[in-house]
């Protein structure tokens, strides 16, 4: 690893700090360094606050040092104003001589206009450095923007003998088939996305709340597949703990759309599009990373449309017999761990 890389790849560390807080915005993360040494370092606030490079530079306590420091950054510094002014201005006001990034931006407000402002104002500028790794890094950013739907992630608990709910239940909640320590991880990820999606017998047999309850971070935005407006007015997930959205042809009786409810729409007749259709409607909403939690029906549907991304898998060690067999999905397999005597295995459509 050549001195950018060492660089490029701190960035890279500490920009999943922003993970779960910056989106829509990217999770970038920015280092300045000055004679081999690190002076400065920052990574984006949450949504409608400073960019990394702001931050960065912000954090440098002798400012006379970064017209002869170099700045490192995972993505393309932003050229226009949004929610705050140009990060590439920030750094041509400061003299920066040099600044390396990870990879362009393709958002088409960016797509290199950054690198040109930058190049004009007399900054030499490299680009590329550990690319692959940054735009895994940037995974849900380049998926929105680039294929124009969210950044799909598939959940699901399976028993050892292959099933995801048992034939019968006696009580109107989960039946839980992994240990505690899975089901806290689970509400991590929760936090580190920003919206969820269940079906609706999920919500008629379990009544969840959908939240983070067991770690601490942000409610995902709950999303409801309704197609026939079964969903109760006094469901767990219409509480006011955050926002939910019910897709249906109808609605809810007796719920009117609010800053905390939001309603919206598919054609339910168009069987082989339903996915695809779901992922516009969350697009739309500028939401660009979903988990997708069930239950089968629901999961199977983005599997046969191929709208999935990555699927995280628990194998509890509990046996149903019978029930809801768990859904039917390949890809290429990323890692594999035991959590006590759970498995988890992540595999990513290849």
């Known amino acids: 690893m050549n001195i950018h890389e060492k660089y490029i790849k701190r960035c890279i560390d500490i920009g999943k700090n922003g993970l779960g807080t910056t989106a829509p915005n990217p999770m970038v993360g920015c280092v300045i360094v000055y004679e081999n040494k690190i002076i400065g370092e920052g990574f984006t606030s949450p949504f409608g606050g400073a960019h990394a490079e702001v931050n960065a530079i912000n954090s440098v306590k002798n400012q006379s040092l970064l017209s002869k420091s170099t700045l490192y950054v995972t993505l393309e510094p932003c050229s226009h104003y949004g929610k705050t002014p140009p990060c590439a201005d920030a750094i041509i006001k400061f003299s ?5 990034i990870g990879t362009i931006d393709t958002h088409s407000k960016v797509g290199g206009k950054g690198v040109e402002k930058l190049k004009a104002s007399g900054c030499e500028v490299m680009v590329g450095v550990l690319e692959n790794d940054v735009k895994v890094h940037h995974k849900r950013f380049f998926t929105f923007h680039n294929k124009r739907r969210p950044y799909v992630i598939l959940k699901w608990a399976e028993t050892s003998d292959g099933f995801i709910a048992p034939q019968t239940k006696n009580e109107k909640k989960p039946v839980w088939i992994t240990n505690p320590i899975s089901r806290q991880l689970v509400h991590k990820w929760r936090s580190e996305e920003q919206a969820i999606v269940v079906g609706t017998n999920t ?3 379990d009544n969840p709340s959908l939240t983070v309850r067991d770690w601490s971070g942000k409610n995902p935005i709950r999303i409801v ?8 007015k006094d469901a ?8 939910t959205m019910i897709i249906s042809n109808k609605g809810v009786s007796g719920v ?10 598919l054609d339910w007749n168009l069987k ?13 909403n500028n939401i660009n990373s979903v988990i997708i939690e069930g239950g089968r029906q629901t999961l199977q549907t983005f599997i046969d449309e191929n709208l999935w991304d990555e699927a995280r898998i628990f194998t509890g060690p509990t046996t149903f017999g ?24 992540i595999i990513i459509n290849d």
């Open 96 to 100: 920066i001589p040099t600044v390396i």
């Open 203 to 205: 919500v008629l047999e």
């Open 225 to 232: 597949l309704d197609k026939h407006s079964r969903v109760s």
């Open 236 to 243: 767990a997930i219409l509480d006011d703990k955050a926002k």
């Open 256 to 265: 009117s759309e609010t800053e905390n409810f939001i309603l919206e729409y």
């Open 272 to 284: 082989n599009s339903i996915a695809q259709q779901i992922c516009n409607i969350l697009f739309q």
């Open 322 to 345: 019978s029930g809801t067999k768990s859904p039917d999905c390949s890809g290429k397999l990323l890692s594999q761990e035991n959590i006590l005597d759970d498995t988890l295995k």
